[in-house]
């Protein structure tokens, strides 16, 4: 097997997962990221997916050449196979196939495992000490539980779209999953801390995460603000309740930049800095409720002065008055700045098809046992005859499960 074609190609060190093996039936963001945060570490990472029927990230989003760019990250570090988990051969294998797993990621519609003979007590009877992560729209429980559930709903329905947006506009939904991603983080955290518990008990257990839940989470007090004061958080666009100067500006060359004076020292630096000192000693200035009052009166003072000078002016002006401000950035902005480069913060993945695909790297970095990139997503399939075959299956079992649509 060449370093090509190697899923473990490439591997610098042994990541802290190493030996974990993880079994995604998820389809879509949330549970296949899960998956892959697992796999970044140096988890075993086994996706199964229908043999007619293939991941719809597959599809979604651009494509060079035919080959789907979302999956290639999504899909990352995993070993690929089909399996038709409907038909009964195709769920004894997948009882085969956790036999000897550490995990299981699946996003049905709760009741579809159970309808296959595959819910988490006939899986626990086959391994004990299996870790079932069940990430749904709704939960397992509820009136709404059978619903389909996408982040949408989630960004929706927990508090996240109402908060978001201009005061006197509509709820604004995220142009990119948010929800999904924030439950994909929560669910490896849960699946690790299911495995912790595993290493006292030596059992496993069911994780039921809901996405309509982690992105509230998110969202601070905002329940606590109304338990106890009747608040509801409006829109504000992009200024706060809490602060200000706190918005994005346009500059003199049409670019923007973000500025943040959560802190006291900072906002006085900033009104320093644009010219207009003398705000600091009202009284309101003291506190950032009393400066979010006066938003108008500090957002004209900063915006007049960010306007009349170019992006990279304004930042290095605000850097040499160690105040906080950000330029905001598009993609073209990201691959070209030197702190993502010092960071690793984008990686060069080799690929079969692509030859070569950039991707963000690994979201956080541990000095002894780093995460890696080893592959992106792999061809639909590709490795099913090598992880079915290790399970005993003959070529010719193989080929006669695959005429009949099971692999």
Known sequence: ?????????????????????????????????????????????????????????????PARDGVGLWWKVLGRNKRTVTLNLSDPDGAALLRRLLADADVLVENFRPGTLERWGLGPAELHAVNPRLVIARISGFGQVGP????????????????FAAATGEPDGPPTLPPFGLADSVSALAAAYAVMLALRARDATGAGQVVDLAIIEPIMAMLGPQITWYDQLGYIQPRLGNRSNNNAPRNTYRCADGRWVAVST????????????????????????????????????????????????????????????????????????????????????VHSVPDEELGEVRMQNVPFRLTDTPGEIRHAGRRHGQDTDAVFGALGLSADQLAALRERGVL
């Open 262 to 345: 959560s802190a006291q020292s900072i906002a006085e630096r900033v009104l320093r800095l644009v010219g207009r000192p003398e705000l600091i000693d009202e009284p309101w200035f003291a506190t950032g409720s009393g400066r979010a009052a006066h938003a108008d009166e500090l957002d004209a003072a900063v915006s007049a002065w960010v306007a009349k000078r170019d992006r990279d002016e304004v930042v290095a002006a605000f850097e040499a008055a160690q105040a906080a401000v950000a330029p905001v950035y598009d993609v073209r902005d990201i691959l070209a700045d030197p702190q993502y480069a010092a960071l690793g913060t």
């Open 144 to 159: 709404y539980a059978r619903r389909p559930g996408f982040g949408t709903l989630a960004e929706a329905m927990s508090g």
């Open 1 to 61: 097997m060449t370093a090509a074609t190697d899923p473990g190609a490439g591997r610098a060190t042994r990541g802290p997962l190493d030996g974990v093996k993880v079994v995604d039936l998820a389809t879509l963001f949330a549970g296949p990221l899960a998956a892959a945060f697992l796999g970044d570490f140096g988890a075993d990472v086994v996706k199964v997916e229908h043999p007619a029927k293939p991941d719809p990230s597959r599809g979604h989003g």
